[in-house]
């Protein structure tokens, strides 16, 4: 069992920046795939940014290219995503996630653990 934990959500004004942070306890994630996906309310959960178990490879969605940048420290057991140019639109619970496969996906099927999610809100 993989226990995953968010935090670093808030409350920030648009234009603003948050990094999140995704850690877990009992195993290490430095073999995996990882993920972050974004649920706003009333919509379906979307994926955001992933990144390969070396931290070589990413993949964006296109509504956070170039605004959002996924990393990790392996050494940490920790993923991030730091958040720059956050847009009302970005307002959502962010939630991290382990895959099960060796290839970066956007589609949220192929993720094996979540965490618990952390709030993100920009006001305008």
């Known amino acids: 069992q993989v226990r995953l934990v968010e935090s670093g959500g808030g409350l920030v004004q648009a234009g603003g920046s948050l990094r999140l942070s995704c850690t877990t306890s009992?195993?290490?994630?430095?073999?995996?795939?990882m993920g972050w996906f974004r649920q706003a309310p009333g919509k379906e959960r979307e994926f955001a940014a992933a990144?390969?178990?070396?931290?070589?490879?990413?993949l964006y969605a296109d509504s956070v290219k170039g605004r959002f940048t996924i990393s990790r420290d392996n050494a940490k057991n920790t993923v991030y995503l730091q958040m720059n140019g956050l847009k009302p639109d970005d307002t959502a619970v962010y939630y991290c996630?382990?895959?099960?496969?060796?290839?970066?996906?956007?589609?949220?099927?192929?993720?094996?653990?979540w965490g618990q999610g952390t709030q993100v809100t920009v006001s305008s």
């Open positions: 996630a382990v895959s099960g496969q060796y290839f970066l996906s956007r589609n949220p099927n192929v993720y094996a653990y």
């Open positions: 990144i390969s178990s070396s931290g070589s490879s990413t």
């Open positions: 009992g195993r290490t994630l430095s073999s995996y795939v």
